[in-house]
């Protein structure tokens, strides 16, 4: 049969446009100008399907398309997927295509690089990883991921965070999950109500759909991405971590089966330990005493290492196990510490707690939580009717003091009869203590020579704990490059430090010179009356500010400085005295003459902890300029 020309044209035109279309879905032209505006990456597409087959049987589906606009945006583009002996990967591909929508790159599973995911201070793990390193020839480019494993592991449902962080448009994100066995899947949505997230679950399957999100941009001082991006937190009652299976409902019957599956029988130690553990306390009666001593022992006898095989990620290793090797994870050392407490006599209990930034452990949803294991000695009469914390992976640190690591935030504390939320100690504002009190010598060559003390206390003294471990070398390299940089020609002299632990309190004395600090000319000497704690730190300006702003710590600066000044000179004026108490806390200097030789510079900063309106952050940053304009202010001395 033969056709017309014409319709021979047309059928032609059509195959060729379908196929241009079909090969060129990927072009980077295709995507709106309002996605790329301020956006180093566009996420095309983000797909997670998990079908729960059996409480003991999960798959994971994901597939990620990301047009990646410049250099910055590369870190969108990960092409890596861990793995370890309870994970199957079943499906792993990865395609690349130019600007046009073009294929340029494919990488099958085999071609994908297979490497041990240890790393720094683990010293052995079954995790592993496959990945492929793709260095980009020219921008925009595209890549299509997709991957498929199988686990065991019901206990961690994949969560959903549709918004991939800050500078990235979002076309279409989606998380499904498969239900075919009804389970109980229980989930919390986070910020959802400010996102047009579609909801199209089912009685038991979930279906969430978010499209066209513009890049969001970040804003200093603000709270946590994870408190204002959207997010979802699935978990199912019956589930099974490694093998072993559980069910629970509250954090009661959470902590109870941790417990009793993870932790129990887990503490043994060797006769001999027992022995020499019980030597180490027997002249001593107080049993918070008996608990330093022990808690010393550990700090001289183990380090820091991470071990995570099988169920070994979230189970700490025996007792016994950590005594004999003299190292472990966060959870051995605090398993470990428990363990020698309770052959002194002396309850203590794992707990669970999110480490770093402060995060709490959320108690409105039971599930798996935390990043980190520390110890808990339950308030009583003997500990004084507070909660005894300690952090069993730091050498160096004070018995019951944790710092900004563990400090204010709930945490769930593993006891025999269940789990309990507890909150650990907060160090605010006044209780951040630096005090300075110096003596400086001003000679009519510019030149100073000051004897300072610098005594710091709560998270101040955790900033500096460990300081007396540095070699004198790095000590004095990072007064100078870092805490005294805006001094030039800054030399140390000497420096002694005395850390007691017992009170926690830091404190170092100096002997410094600072050749030509002052700015000679042939009618006066020039300079900043503030040696020694200038804060030249203001906040970035915006113009349509959008989210609060957060002072995450807060704390309290005193210095108090006597100047004497060379002979034959004289203090041309002395400036008045100024104060600023606003609701972000308080600045207050003066300068007195004392005599005809000696001045005396005081200063107090104060900067309270809280979170405020976005409407409060201008305010905030005009009384931090005021701050660093007065740390920088200067005073004339002219000959008499």
Same mark, same amino acid.
């Given at each position: 049969m033969k056709y017309p020309t014409r319709i021979l044209f047309l059928i032609s035109l059509f195959t060729c446009n379908l196929i241009f279309s079909q090969?060129?879905?990927?072009?980077?032209?295709?995507?709106?100008?309002?996605?790329?505006?301020?956006?180093?990456?566009?996420? +095309?597409?983000?797909?997670?399907?998990? =079908?729960?087959? &059996?409480?003991?049987?999960? @798959? %994971?589906? $994901?597939?990620?398309?990301? #047009?990646?606009?410049?250099?910055?945006?590369?870190?969108?583009?990960?092409?890596?997927?861990?793995?370890?002996?309870?994970?199957?990967?079943?499906?792993?591909?990865?395609?690349?295509?130019?600007?046009?929508?073009?294929?340029?790159?494919?990488?099958?599973?085999?071609?994908?690089?297979?490497?041990?995911?240890?790393?720094?201070?683990?010293?052995?793990?079954?995790? +592993?990883?496959?990945?492929?390193?793709? =260095?980009?020839? &020219?921008?925009?480019?595209? @890549? %299509?991921? $997709?991957?498929?494993?199988? #686990?065991?592991?019901?206990?961690?449902?994949?969560?959903?965070?549709?918004?991939?962080?800050?500078?990235?448009?979002?076309?279409?994100?989606?998380?499904?999950?498969?239900?075919?066995?009804?389970?109980?899947?229980?989930?919390?949505?986070?910020?959802?109500?400010?996102?047009?997230?579609?909801?199209?679950?089912?009685?038991?399957n979930l279906h969430y759909i978010f499209e066209n999100q513009r890049a969001i941009k970040p804003e200093a001082h603000a709270i946590p991405s994870r408190d204002f991006m959207p997010n979802l937190m699935v978990a199912s009652n019956d589930f099974s971590l490694k093998g072993v299976k559980g069910y629970v409902s509250n954090w009661k019957e959470f902590g109870k089966w941790q417990n009793d599956y993870l932790i129990s029988g887990r503490d043994i130690l060797e006769p001999a330990t027992v022995t020499k553990i019980k030597d180490l306390v027997k002249d001593v009666d107080n049993p918070i005493e008996k608990a330093k001593l022990v808690y010393e022992f550990v700090q001289n006898k183990t380090r820091y290492i991470n071990v995570s095989i099988g169920i070994g990620g979230w189970q700490p290793i025996a007792a016994n196990q950590v005594d004999k090797v003299g190292y472990g994870d966060c959870k051995g050392l605090t398993n470990y510490t428990k363990a020698l407490l309770a052959a002194v006599g002396i309850t203590s209990y794992y707990t669970l707690v999110y480490a770093k930034q402060k995060r709490n452990i959320d108690k409105d949803f039971e599930t798996f939580q935390g990043n980190h294991a520390i110890l808990n000695i339950p308030a009583s009469e003997l500990t004084g009717g507070n909660d005894i914390w300690l952090e069993c992976t730091n050498q160096t640190i004070p018995f019951g003091f944790l710092g900004d690591f563990t400090d204010d935030r709930d945490v769930l504390v593993i006891t025999p009869e269940g789990g309990i939320i507890k909150r650990t100690p907060s160090y605010k504002n006044g209780t951040n203590l630096q005090t300075t009190k110096a003596t400086i010598r001003l000679d009519e060559k510019g030149t100073i020579q000051a004897t300072l003390e610098r005594v710091s206390k709560g998270l101040n003294f955790y900033n500096r704990h460990n300081y007396d471990r540095y070699p004198k070398e790095t000590l004095i390299k990072l007064y100078k490059s870092e805490v005294w940089s805006y001094n030039n020609n800054l030399e140390v002299e000497s420096v002694k430090l005395k850390n007691d632990k017992e009170q926690v309190i830091f404190t170092e004395d100096f002997s410094i010179s600072i050749e030509d600090y002052a700015t000679i000319t042939d009618a006066e000497i020039l300079f900043r009356v503030n040696f020694f704690n200038k804060n030249s730190f203001i906040p970035k300006r915006y113009r349509n500010r959008k989210l609060p702003l957060l002072i995450p710590r807060g704390y309290k600066d005193e210095d108090e400085s006597i100047i004497e000044i060379p002979k034959g000179y004289q203090v041309e004026a002395l400036f008045e005295d100024k104060s600023i108490i606003n609701k972000f806390g308080m600045y207050q200097i003066s300068i007195d003459k004392i005599d005809e030789h000696h001045i005396k510079y005081k200063r107090t900063l104060f900067i309270k902890e809280g979170l405020y309106p976005k409407e409060d952050y201008k305010t905030y940053r005009a009384f931090r300029r005021k701050v660093a304009k007065n740390d920088n202010l200067r005073i004339a001395l002219i000959k008499t």
């Open positions: 090969e060129n879905i990927y072009a980077s032209a295709l995507i709106s100008n309002e996605l790329t505006k301020n956006a180093n990456a566009v996420i +095309r597409n983000s797909t997670t399907e998990i =079908t729960i087959e &059996a409480i003991d049987k999960m @798959v %994971v589906y $994901e597939k990620k398309v990301v #047009t990646v606009l410049n250099e910055l945006g590369n870190e969108y583009v990960r092409i890596v997927k861990g793995y370890n002996n309870d994970t199957k990967l079943t499906k792993l591909s990865a395609k690349i295509y130019d600007a046009l929508g073009r294929e340029i790159k494919k990488y099958s599973k085999r071609k994908f690089s297979d490497v041990s995911a240890i790393r720094g201070e683990t010293l052995y793990s079954d995790a +592993r990883v496959k990945s492929v390193t793709y =260095t980009p020839v &020219a921008y925009p480019y595209t @890549v %299509v991921f $997709e991957s498929e494993y199988k #686990t065991s592991t019901t206990s961690f449902i994949p969560r959903w965070y549709p918004v991939k962080g800050y500078y990235v448009g979002i076309e279409k994100s989606q998380y499904k999950l498969n239900n075919p066995l009804k389970i109980i899947v229980r989930t919390k949505k986070k910020n959802f109500k400010n996102y047009p997230i579609q909801d199209k679950s089912s009685e038991f």
